[in-house]
């Protein structure tokens, strides 16, 4: 029963809140920069293009 209104909860796409924040941040470049500023802290703009070499900087105008 418990398992039944769990995948009632997150069938629905539009309402599913694990979905929602995975498809927020589903690139490459996102999770890398979630994963480097949780283990650095706050950090400026050039600091984050010099901890990630091959990023281009169109990608931190999303």
């Not at 927020?24 to 950090?43: C, H, T």
């Amino acid at each position: 029963m418990k398992t039944e209104k769990i995948s009632e909860k997150y069938s629905c796409v539009a309402m599913c809140p694990m979905r929602n924040v995975i498809a927020r941040f589903a690139n490459k470049w996102s999770m890398l920069l979630l994963v480097i500023l949780d283990e650095f802290g706050v950090m400026r703009f050039n600091e984050l293009s010099r901890a990630i070499p091959d990023i281009s900087p169109k990608v931190f105008e999303l």
